[in-house]
T-cell receptor, first 115, second 112 residues
Framework: EAGVAQSPRYKIIEKRQSVAFWCNPI?????LYWYQQILGQGPKLLIQ????????DSQLPKDRFSAERLKGVDSTLKIQPAKLEDSAVYLC?????????????FGPGTRLTVT | EDKVVQSPLSLVVHEGDTVTLNCSYE??????LLWYKQEKKAPTFLFML????IEKKSGRLSSILDKKELFSILNITATQTGDSAIYLC????????????FGTGTSLTVIP
């Protein structure tokens, strides 16, 4: 089966600019996650979708970050305006979350550098 | 506050050595604990543990969960250079739509 797709793979922007990331989960996976992974740290959950509804966005900096999952499939994560501390890898993951299958499958990530 | 702590933070061993990685957790509404291997890109799934005392094994890797003492270990025997990676522990809870909490990872380097 095809894995989780993400684009772009790399992005360099200046602070105060905006950026958007795209994710296409594994077909049939209702749950989609966006994580931020700063170098040397574990992934930190930004937002979790179940189909096209938000389940948890408690750690999403809503003044600058937004995400949507229209039609319950693809998702986009946007940062506007970006800050230096947003430099990180942004990982998208999907999961069945049910029938005993809770493991997440991760995409290759987008490495964002804010200068 | 829910948290997952991994130790050691980093480890350097020689090929053929056996290593043990630790993961302890304090979470509400625990469901399962998962181990991932992260090389230069995205984490890949290794094991999911839900019940205490039942070892999961895949080749040279094995893992076990202790729900009483709230920890898990990941063992790698006869290490190879290809085992060099960051090993992440994540705890899945029943909180608000099944939340995952990740540890900071253990960086393993295997020297030839």
């Amino acid at each position: 089966e095809a894995g989780v797709a993400q684009s772009p793979r790399y992005k360099i922007i200046e602070k105060r600019q905006s950026v958007a990331f795209w994710c296409n989960p594994i077909s049939g996976h209702a749950t989609l996650y966006w994580y931020q992974q700063i170098l040397g740290q574990g992934p930190k959950l930004l937002i979790q979708f179940q189909n096209n509804g938000v389940v948890d966005d408690s750690q999403l900096p809503k003044d600058r970050f937004s995400a949507e999952r229209l039609k319950g499939v693809d998702s986009t994560l946007k940062i506007q305006p970006a800050k230096l501390e947003d430099s990180a890898v942004y990982l998208c993951a999907s999961s069945l979350l049910g029938q005993g299958r809770y493991e997440q499958y991760f995409g290759p990530g987008t490495r964002l550098t804010v200068t | 506050e829910d948290k997952v702590v991994q130790s050691p933070l980093s480890l350097v061993v020689h090929e053929g050595d056996t290593v043990t990685l630790n993961c302890s957790y304090e979470v509400t509404n625990f469901r399962s604990l998962l181990w991932y291997k992260q090389e230069k890109k995205a984490p890949t799934f290794l094991f999911m543990l839900t019940s205490s005392g039942i070892e999961k094994k895949s080749g040279r890797l094995s893992s076990i969960l202790d729900k009483k003492e709230l920890f898990s270990i990941l063992n790698i025997t006869a290490t190879q250079t290809g085992d060099s990676a960051i090993y992440l522990c994540a705890v899945l809870t029943l909180n608000t739509g099944n939340q995952f909490y990740f540890g900071t990872g253990t960086s393993l380097t295997v020297i030839p």
